[in-house]
């Protein structure tokens, strides 16, 4: 065989192989190759609503929604040996049934097993259930500096507040009551004040229980140094309840992991804020 006929075989043998793929291929049903290794995964609907949790009282007393923070695949911060989830999830529980037994208000979870819930979530429980109080409860991390210690005691910034609420009113504008207040088919602009005015409101009702959260744990719980700060947080966002971020200590901090892993640092936690919570509720009614 001649040289030019093996460079001719060079040139058509690739040309051939391609031919015949695609010849091939027309006859293939290629689309059902590797069908039934597909995994198909059902997605809730779109904007629907998530269970409500129960809540534990009598009827007509205040309502307190308590958030444990993280859950599920978020563990939040860890140290010690713990992890911030099933910390915040033992205070909640502890300060649920301080409420429960004290008899003077009604109270309900976010969450009260190992899942994961977004922020908007968590606000979205507390409105629907129509709350008079919602308390988020976290525990900070303070990385590898271990000697932080102590509580703090979070509410929404005002420019986050002016923020949150235009966003509200942009969003809810056409069906939402504020405070009693009736903002559906109002213009933007009316909307957005009606809005702000009640978040106003709602800030110094949140400010008011922090306060008491500091004066009830003054000796009892051992506060940062700095123990009141404001910042844009999003589970503070709604306007119309008021809400309080407590971070509970450092899990970084032995002292502190230590005291809020323990019976008696949860116990001790639980009847702070139930007191806090009394003189809070006492106040409103007075008011």
């Known amino acids: 065989m001649s040289i030019r006929t093996h460079i001719l075989l060079l040139v058509l043998a690739p040309l051939v192989l391609v031919a015949l793929l695609v010849v091939f291929a027309q006859r293939i049903p290629v689309p059902e190759l590797g069908r039934g290794y597909v995994l198909r995964v059902e997605l809730p609907e779109v904007d629907a609503p ?29 140290g010690q040996g713990y992890q911030e989830k099933a910390i915040v999830l033992a205070l909640a529980r502890a300060l649920r049934d301080r409420l429960e037994d004290d008899g003077q208000v009604r109270v309900a979870l976010t969450r009260d097993d190992d899942r994961n819930l977004v922020h908007a979530e968590r606000v979205d429980i507390a409105r629907r259930l129509d709350a008079d109080l919602f308390l ?7 990385g590898d500096a271990a000697e932080v210690t102590g509580a703090s005691i979070y509410t929404l910034s005002n420019q986050a507040s002016s923020e949150a609420a235009a966003r509200f009113a942009e969003r809810e504008n056409a069906s939402d009551r504020l405070n009693g207040v009736d903002v559906g088919g109002q ?12 978040q106003r409101r709602t800030q110094d ?18 506060f940062h140094p700095q123990p009141r700060r404001s910042a844009a947080l999003k589970v503070l966002r709604a ?14 901090n032995e002292d502190d992991a230590a005291r809020l892993a323990s ?19 006492a106040r409103q009614q007075e008011s």
């Open 50 to 78: 998530s269970a409500l949790p129960e809540i534990a009282g009598r009827e007509g007393l205040p309502l307190v929604v308590i958030d444990p923070g993280h859950g599920g695949h978020d563990p939040g911060a860890s």
């Open 205 to 222: 009702q949140s400010d008011a229980f922090a306060r008491l959260i500091r004066r009830e744990g003054e000796g009892a719980i051992r």
């Open 239 to 252: 306007p119309d309840v008021p809400s309080v971020l407590f971070e509970s200590g450092f899990i970084t």
């Open 187 to 198: 213009s933007d602009a009316v909307s957005t004040i009606l809005v702000e005015l009640s």
């Open 136 to 142: 988020s409860i976290h525990a900070d991390s303070a």
């Open 263 to 281: 019976a008696e640092g949860q116990a001790r936690f639980a009847e702070v804020m139930a007191r806090a919570i009394r003189v809070y509720f």
